[in-house]
């Protein structure tokens, strides 16, 4: 009989768990049978003493198979899902679905998303600052919506693998959200369980992402396209750089409104160019074309206001007011704007993305614990970016919250996350390398 206490013991003894062990712990997991504080000690063992791949692998289907799968029978066309591991000003989704839909290859995007615990909200908080719209809809409406409009950014099912829902919030309270085999099994067995046939993931590096390291982010992305390959899942993956914050604006609101300035063909370059390279690597792997017909199908979304108008019409279709779209001076604004000035004259050669997140979620735009009401309002629109000169008394930055003491405190988190220096240091190339197809 099959043991919790000896599966945590064999695991902190640096040995490999078989399939029935892993079976048992998310049996557990799912049923409530195993309790937090064992489940935690193996999470524990397992960030001291990893997993090998086929460990990895099986814990996977485990927890994909652990509740139901959205197989989205009334969708005919291919399916892409795209997902990021996370970073500070990541907006992608926001802007990828509705370029991917735009493009009108017969391609789907089914892009199940969550709500931000940390530094800003999530892509569901970010989407419902457009006032009005409700993300928590069914499984019937989601796959409705996917097939008239051809993408749908909405609420991740509780019933889609369930034992990662307790695994990843153990995780983030017993600090072991950053071991690479449970990223690689907790982002797979969603997308498996999500029923997409091809998958493509931004795997972020740098001070704002789970990976510090281009090795790391290296090893957790070669660890998810095998897992893709081994499921049958056509999978590539991006990685990109998250030393500093992706486009300019950090929040909710304002991360809303930058992702319609690149989807009116305005927006900020590196993040234009990092959503043209996602959404065309979502059409290439869905055999939509060779790579360079399909950045030309996205790119032309962008300029001909079709992927805008896809966003409009999702915005519409959850119960939002689309003219928010069309007309961002609607969305509402914050109690108080501040400005952080520079204190000397030079170039911005670092702006360090995990100081800036930390600023916005004192500002307001992030939530400590599951639930917690977030001010939509808050967040940080950086004036400079690495490389730009500034010069003493000039606006580096401005910040927006609902009341002075947090925008104070915003403003001494964001202060430490610049850098000034005399040389203008290198360009940073936002995408690092490509794995995968």
């Known amino acids: ?13 640096g040995r490999e768990l078989d399939e029935e062990e892993i079976a048992f712990f998310v049996k557990g997991v799912t049923d409530g049978s195993i309790p937090d504080y064992q489940i935690s000690a193996l999470l524990m063992a397992i960030w001291f003493r990893g997993m090998t791949e086929e460990e990895t692998i099986t814990l996977t289907e485990y927890l994909a198979d652990s509740g139901e799968t959205n197989e989205l029978p009334s969708v005919k066309g291919k399916k892409v899902d795209k997902h990021s591991t996370g970073g500070v000003g990541d907006k992608v989704s926001l802007i990828v679905g509705p370029m991917v839909a735009a493009a009108n290859k017969g391609i789907y995007v089914p892009k199940m998303a969550g709500r931000g615990l940390g530094f800003t909200g999530g892509t569901l908080d970010k989407l419902e600052s457009c006032a009005g719209v409700n993300t928590e809809i069914s499984a019937t409406e989601f796959e409705k919506i996917v097939a008239d409009l051809g993408f749908c950014i909405a609420g991740q099912s509780k019933r889609l693998a369930p034992a990662d829902a307790v695994l990843s919030a153990l995780r983030d309270v017993t600090c072991t959200h950053n071991s690479i085999p449970l990223i690689a099994a907790s982002v797979m067995s969603k997308k498996l369980a999500s029923g997409s046939e091809c998958i493509v993931l931004d795997v972020k590096c740098g001070s704002g992402g789970f990976c510090k390291t281009v090795r790391d982010a290296t090893e957790l992305a070669r660890l998810m396209v095998r897992i893709g390959a081994r499921e049958n899942r056509k999978t590539i993956a991006i990685i990109t750089d998250m030393s500093s914050p992706l486009g300019s604006a950090v929040g909710n609101s304002v991360e809303l409104i930058e992702a319609i300035r690149v989807l009116e063909g305005k927006g900020d370059e590196q993040l234009t160019e990092l959503c043209i390279t996602v959404a065309a690597n979502m059409l290439y792997i869905a055999n939509a074309g060779n790579y360079e017909e399909c950045v030309s199908l996205v790119e032309e979304t962008l300029y001909d206001g079709s992927a805008l108008d896809k966003l409009a019409e999702l915005v519409e279709r959850l119960g939002g007011d689309k003219r928010y779209i069309y007309d961002t001076n609607l969305f509402e604004e914050s109690n108080v704007t501040a400005m952080l ?22 500002l307001g735009a992030g939530r400590d614990v599951m639930g917690e009401q977030i001010d939509n309002t808050a967040g940080i629109i950086l004036n400079k970016r690495i490389g730009d000169r500034i010069e003493e008394g000039e606006a580096l ?14 403003m001494e988190y964001l202060f430490k996350a610049v850098t000034i220096g005399d040389t203008k240091p290198e360009e940073r190339k936002i995408i690092i390398k490509t794995i995968g197809a």
């Open 397 to 410: 930055a401005t910040l927006q919250a609902k009341n002075l003491e947090r925008a104070q405190l915003g």
């Open 1 to 13: 009989m099959l043991k919790m206490h000896d599966i945590i013991t064999k695991k902190q003894d």
């Open 341 to 362: 000035v520079a204190d000397k004259s030079g170039y911005i050669t670092k702006i360090d993305a995990m100081e800036v997140g930390k600023a916005a979620s004192v």
